[in-house]
């Protein structure tokens, strides 16, 4: 059993929690190989920075003597997996690499995961140089479960910014749009069917879909549902104007097939140079300066969203690292979190491109700076993009299905349903789905 000599009251507050931490590490040393010869399973979703996990996962093992056996799944499948498994009180994994746009309130509401506040607070379990208030407040906040439990640590709040071709901008002469109405024009403008050159790609899969319309809908200063959860806002006019530009864009300026697009379709299109933009996470940009794959490593750009007709905003999905409540080797788990989750992993996330970390000193780290791959541009894109980050899906419990709803009423538009009479008809469905969520 893990000793624990400090455990933080659930009526602390959350501002609190620098100070407390601050005073328990007061304690000098640390032991690492306090857990040696443990075994641990990490369940991990499929993106970029889980491959820096796995690259440096043998680093890990050194310093800690616990051997690992890490797995990425695609995170449509890694969700409803671990939720099943959760919801069994017998998980596989050790360490769950936890998406919190989507299962904050159900893992929170059915406390799943081990509250990790008394573990922060602990020196035999937290090194004195881990630096918990080196946290961005905005991660913090959204790791931070109603009732005050911390659940998770965050990782990597994945901000949206838009890829850009600029030699395909040159040869038609145009500059990157600065509003969300100018983005339209530019598009069509860019798109030559006949050549095979399109202005814009972004996903049209049924669920996956959902964040695009919702980064338009941020231009309106909208979301989808009201402050405490309970009533939907997705039919509108703001919600519909942005699924009208979501239409427009997809139907009149995108690839053919891309109705059926995730993420990864929509990264290797754009990397073959015929597409002028892609609005999606700035965690996929790593391929794109892969000279074996890609052909625009000269060419991209990276842009922070533009204005739409009220504001300005990137919209943010946050990934953390969390550990069952039933789980058998919480200590060794915590190691892991902590380890992932520290200067070193972060800073190299930050440095290879991989995603856009919740620690704020990586964002100043004279290496990091000196040695990301993509420059000044993309850096000055991330950073503005912290500032003007939103949350870009409902804090509710049913976020899948809201996904599932709204995807195929997005994805219906594109094939010429009316963006009003389609979100109309999903908001009449999904107002009970939520109701009941809440009751």
């Known amino acids: 059993m893990i000793r624990r000599r400090s455990v933080l009251k659930g009526s602390v507050a959350l501002l609190a929690m620098p100070a407390i931490i601050g005073r328990a590490r007061a304690a000098s040393g640390f032991d ?17 920075r889980s491959d820096v996990l796995q690259k440096h996962q043998k680093e890990f093992e050194e310093l800690t003597g616990i051997t690992v056996g890490s797995e990425q799944i695609p995170e449509q499948q890694q969700r409803p997996k671990a939720a099943i498994e959760l919801a069994s009180g017998r998980p596989s994994f050790d360490v769950l690499m936890v998406s919190l746009h989507v299962s904050k309130r159900l893992f929170g509401r059915a406390k799943w995961l ?11 379990l937290t090194a004195p140089d881990y630096d918990f208030a080196d946290m961005g407040p905005g991660a913090v906040k959204t790791a931070t479960q109603p009732d005050g439990r911390m659940d998770s640590l965050p990782l990597n709040p994945d901000l949206w910014i838009v890829f850009w071709n600029k030699q395909l901008f040159k040869e038609k002469g145009l500059a990157f749009p600065s509003s969300m109405s100018e983005l339209l024009e530019t598009a069509r403008k860019l798109t030559d069917k006949s050549k095979g050159t399109y202005g814009f790609v972004g996903r049209g899969l049924k669920n996956a879909n959902v964040p695009v319309w919702t980064s338009w809908l941020l231009g309106e200063n909208a979301y989808t549902v009201t402050a405490d959860g309970k009533k939907l806002l997705t039919d509108t006019p703001d919600a519909v104007w942005a699924a009208q530009l979501y239409r427009d864009l997809m139907r009149d300026c995108a690839p053919p097939g891309s109705i059926g697009f995730n993420w990864n379709e929509c990264q290797t299109s754009f990397s073959q140079g015929k597409i002028a933009m892609w609005l999606d996470g700035v965690g996929f940009s790593a391929p794109l300066l892969d000279r074996k794959s890609s052909k625009v490593v000269d060419t991209v750009g990276f842009a922070v969203v533009p204005k739409g007709p009220k504001a300005q905003h990137s919209a943010s999905f946050v990934d953390s690292m969390g550990i069952p409540a039933a789980g058998k080797n919480k200590g060794a788990a915590y190691l892991y ?14 440095r290879t491109g991989s995603g856009t970390p919740a620690r704020l000193s990586v964002y100043s780290d004279p290496q990091v700076v000196r040695e990301n791959k993509f420059g000044k541009e993309w850096l000055d894109a991330v950073m503005e993009s912290q500032k003007i980050s939103a949350p870009g899906l409902p804090e509710i419990v049913p976020v899948t299905e809201f996904r599932d709803t709204f995807g195929v009423a997005l994805t219906n538009m594109i094939t010429g349903a009316d963006p009003a009479a389609e979100l109309k008809k999903a908001t009449q469905a999904f107002q009970p789905v939520l109701d009941k969520s809440n009751a």
């Open 32 to 48: 690492w190989k306090q857990f040696k010869g443990t075994h641990i399973e990490v369940s991990l979703s499929k993106n970029p």
């Open 114 to 124: 081990e509250d990790l506040k008394p573990y922060l607070a602990n020196p035999q």
């Open 337 to 350: 979190c902590q380890w992932a989750t520290s200067k070193k992993i972060m800073a190299e996330i930050l």
